[in-house]
């Protein structure tokens, strides 16, 4: 079957680093998004990884090995209004262009 | 952002109703998907298009139908809805596997 795992929960304070880890098994793997989604709000597109390493966009940052099944989404210089869930969805040849995501990481960051 | 829209926001309805949802784009991406977002489940896939009448189902379909006449719209359609689909259905759009699917604003629907 399909599984993405990633933490439910995270703390942080403000000006704080923080990775939130994903991993996945499925069958086949053509690409890993990352959405943030703040309460009552629809997801919106962080980071798209189909190789392995690192992206960076500005103060996030997303990191793909596929081997291992892993991925984590880098958060700097946290800011409280990175206080949302993130959400880690996989894509594969079965699901054809749907997206298969993760539970979801909800991080709350405090001053 | 993606130009996506969906209609109504906020529903209520009764157990045996009939439930359409409408989700209207004006960005002629070929993709449509209709996602419901529950606690502890996260974002699970309905159905999917692939093109004007061209249909799929996701991992959730039972009790749910769609149809895609136009390419701007696609409706979910419970035909008789009971209270385990009260939710928050999202619709997304996107170009193909490997593209960005960009999510519309949600529609809760709670039914008694």
């Known amino acids: 079957g399909q599984n993405i795992d990633q933490p439910t929960e995270m703390t942080a304070t403000e000006g704080a680093i923080v990775q939130i880890n994903c991993t996945y098994q499925?069958?086949?793997?053509?690409?890993l998004f990352w959405y943030q989604q703040h309460a009552g709000e629809a997801p919106t597109f962080l980071s798209y990884?189909?190789?392995?390493g690192l992206e960076e966009k500005g103060r996030f940052s997303s990191f793909l090995s596929r081997s291992k099944g892993y991925s984590y989404l880098l958060l700097k210089e946290l800011q409280m209004k990175d206080s949302a869930s993130y959400l880690c969805?996989?894509?594969?040849?079965?699901?054809?262009?749907?997206?298969?995501f993760g539970k979801g990481t909800t991080l709350s960051v405090s001053s | 952002d993606a130009g996506i829209t969906q209609s109504p926001r906020h529903k209520v309805t009764e157990t045996g109703t009939p439930v359409t949802l409408r989700c209207h784009q004006t960005?002629?991406?070929?993709?449509m998907y209709w996602y419901r977002q529950d606690p502890g489940h996260g974002l699970r896939l309905i159905h999917y298009?692939?093109?004007?009448?061209?249909?799929d189902k996701g991992e959730v379909s039972d009790g749910y139908s769609v149809s895609r006449s136009k390419t701007e719209d696609f409706l979910l359609t419970l035909e008789s809805a009971t209270s385990s689909q009260t939710s928050v259905y999202f619709c997304?759009?996107?170009?193909?596997?490997?593209?960005?699917?960009?999510f519309g604003p949600g529609t809760r629907l709670t039914v008694l």
């Open positions: 960005e002629n991406h070929r993709y």
């Open positions: 990884n189909v190789l392995d």
């Open positions: 969805a996989v894509n594969t040849p079965q699901a054809g262009t749907a997206l298969i």
């Open positions: 298009s692939y093109g004007v009448k061209d249909t």
């Open positions: 499925t069958s086949g793997f053509n690409g």
């Open positions: 997304a759009i996107g170009s193909g596997a490997t593209d960005t699917q960009y």
